[in-house]
Every structure is written in C-alpha cells, then in structure tokens.
C-alpha cells in the first residue's frame, strides 16, 4: 500500500541553523501539508501545498518557514534560522484532493533544536 | 473558527472490552468530513476512520466505529474488543472545504491486560 515517506527521523540541531525536512507524499497525491506537534500539544496545520503553490497557511507559517517542490516526488520544509520552540514534530501530509479527500500522514520528523 | 473538543485526555480499557471515546465540534456548515486518527508511541499519525457528515449511516471499520449525531454535533469513537495495541492518543480532527484538518488535543488511551 502506498505511503507517505519522511527523512530524517530524528534531526537535532542548534538554535540559529537552517534545517530541510523531506518528504515523498503518495505518488498520484496533488495536495500536500505540514503540520506541527509539539510535545504533549495537538497537531497543528503550517501549510497546504498545490499546484507548485502555497495555497493556504497558518499563523505559525512565518517568514522562517518555506515549502518547495524541488522535483515530481519530494516535498520539503525549509526553517531558515531554527528556534528552542521550533522543536516539535513536524508531519507531512498528502491526499488526492483538497475537499472530500483523505489527508494521510507521513511518520514524522522529530526536530530538535538546542 | 471551527474547534474539536475531546473531553477526555485519558482513558482506560480492560483488555476484549468496549471503549468510547467523545468527540464534539462547533462549525456552521452542512457539508464536512470528520476523522479519528491514532497516534502511537513511534508517534506516526494513522487513520482510524472517517466520516461523511452527509451520510446518516455511522461508519465501521473493524472493531472501530463511530456514533455520529450531526445535531449535536457529536462524534464518538467506540473500539471493541479492545487489544493492548489499541494502546495510543487518539485524534478527532474535522475538515470542510478546502480547510485545513483541525484537530482535537486528542485522548490518551490506556489498555489493561
């Protein structure tokens, strides 16, 4: 059964450094999505990707975050100059399409940030 | 703004028994899809259930199933013959449109042996 795939699992890095999050949604996906779980708080939406656009963001979204389609098959978040509070797990998503379908999730990265 | 509310941030279940889990959520529209997703301790976000609120008909998947009652905005989650690897957080998140998922702040489930 097709999945979402996530690299690193784990990445740990210092307060300042810029950090890549990688993900491969499901092959014939068209939407894609970051969310946020801090440690013992619920998943929080960042971005929704289509069409090699942004088409929705949240408040977290600032300008430190960016998402990019660097070919047909990843899809990354960029933390430009990562923060203590950057640390959480961060989870991409993908689904077929936007209003009546599934979004399924990635295993997660786990940032964090000394 | 559409919110999930899970009332219960612990629950606990004897191992071959019944659990439900309460979900309720506030929106204004008629046409959304709500969702039970399980987390376990690896952390990985996995897809219970769904629901269509257009379909009166509760869905099932398994031992999993849910009672929804789109009146009162309800959405329970019921496992049955609970097993130690139902043992998670568990999510309520809603969607309409073309929102993004809101989530509960989820419920930790614990199975006794």
């Known amino acids: 059964e097709p999945e979402v795939t996530q690299t690193p699992s784990h990445q740990v890095t210092q307060m300042g450094q810029e950090v890549i999050l990688r993900c491969v949604p499901i092959s014939n996906h068209l939407y894609f999505y970051w969310y946020r779980q801090i440690l013992g708080q619920k998943v929080e939406f960042l971005v929704s990707?289509?069409?090699?656009?942004?088409?929705?963001k949240s408040e977290i979204f600032d300008d430190q975050f960016s998402v990019e389609r660097p070919d047909g098959s990843n899809f990354t978040l960029k933390i430009r100059s990562t923060k203590l509070e950057d640390s959480a797990m961060y989870f991409c998503a993908s689904s077929e399409g936007i209003n009546r379908h599934t979004q399924y999730f990635g295993p997660g990265t786990r940032l964090t940030v000394l | 703004a559409q919110t999930v509310t899970q009332s219960q941030p612990e629950m606990s279940v004897q191992e071959a028994e019944t659990v439900t889990l309460s979900c309720t959520y506030d929106t204004s529209e008629s046409d959304y899809y709500l969702f039970w997703y399980k987390q376990p301790p690896s952390r990985q976000m996995i897809l219970v259930i769904r629901q269509e609120a257009y379909k009166q008909q509760n869905a099932t998947e398994n031992r999993f199933s849910v009672n929804f009652q789109k009146a009162a905005k309800s959405f329970s989650l019921k496992i049955s013959d609970s097993q130690l690897g139902d043992a998670a957080m568990y999510f309520c998140?809603?969607?309409?449109?073309?929102?993004?998922?809101?989530f509960g702040k989820g419920t930790r489930l614990s199975v006794i042996a």
């Open positions: 998140a809603y969607k309409a449109g073309n929102t993004p998922l809101v």
């Open positions: 990707f289509y069409n090699n656009e942004i088409s929705e």
